[in-house]
C-alpha cells in the first residue's frame, strides 16, 4: 500500500470483482426482481434507479488495483466499536477500486459514507463513488439474501447477514436521495 487509505497498481489484470458491474447486470436485476416479490425491499425503484446510475457511470480506466473484492460485515472484526481487522482474502484481485470503496454503505454506519470519501486518498472521482454505490447495493442484495435465508433455516443461511443488508440498502437509498434532493423515502428506521 502507499499510504493509509489508498489501492496500490497490482500487476495482474481485472477480475470479476474489480470488474464493469454491467458483467452483474443481469445476476443483480434478476435477484432485485426476486428479492421484491418477496416483500424483502422497501423501495424497489429507488434501489433499481441506484443500480441504473452506477452500471451508466464511465468505466475505470486507471490501473488495475490491488483490492479485497468482497469488504462486507461478516469479514471485518471489530473491538469495541471500532474496525480493527479485515478477513477473508479469498477474492483478492486487481480491478476497479470502486468495489472495496462500497464499504463506506456496507460497513459504516449512517452519515459515514462521505466522510469516508472525503479522507479517501487519492480522493475518488465522481464516476468511481457512483460505481462504489453499485458494488455495495449488489453486497447488500447478497446479504438480504443469505439473512433471509437464515431467517428460515435454510442451508448456508446466516439470519445476522439480513439487518445491516437492509440498513446497508437504507443508506444508499438515503444518501442518494440527499445529494439529488429528492423528497425522503418510506424506508424503515435503522433499529435501536
Not at 1 to 17: K, L, Y
Not at 22 to 39: N, R, S, V
Not at 52 to 78: F, K, M, Q, S
Not at 153 to 160: I, Q, V
Request: glycine share 12%.
Amino acid at each position: 500500500m502507499q499510504g493509509q487509505g489508498t489501492h496500490a497498481s497490482a500487476p495482474t489484470g481485472r477480475d470479476d470483482r474489480g470488474g464493469p458491474l454491467a458483467l452483474h447486470a443481469e445476476q443483480f436485476t434478476g435477484g432485485l426482481a426476486t428479492a421484491t416479490d418477496l416483500g424483502l425491499i422497501p423501495d424497489p425503484d429507488a434501489v433499481r434507479t441506484l443500480w441504473e446510475d452506477a452500471v451508466t457511470a464511465p468505466p475505470w480506466t486507471g490501473p488495475a488495483l490491488w483490492i479485497h473484492g468482497d469488504l462486507h460485515p461478516a469479514n471485518v472484526l471489530t473491538a469495541d466499536g471500532a474496525l480493527c481487522g479485515v478477513i477473508d482474502f479469498g477474492e483478492l484481485c486487481a480491478g476497479d477500486p470502486a468495489c472495496d470503496l462500497a464499504a463506506a454503505w456496507n460497513l459504516l454506519p449512517d452519515g459515514a459514507a462521505e466522510l469516508f470519501h472525503q479522507a479517501y486518498e487519492p480522493a475518488a472521482d465522481p464516476a468511481t463513488v457512483r460505481r462504489a454505490r453499485g458494488w455495495a447495493l449488489i453486497r447488500a442484495l447478497g446479504g438480504i439474501f443469505v439473512g433471509e435465508a437464515g431467517r428460515h433455516n435454510r442451508p448456508g443461511g446466516k439470519a445476522t447477514w439480513g439487518p445491516p443488508a437492509q440498513a446497508a440498502l437504507r443508506r444508499l437509498v438515503s444518501t442518494a436521495r440527499e445529494t439529488s434532493a429528492a423528497p425522503p423515502l418510506n424506508w424503515p428506521a435503522p433499529s435501536a
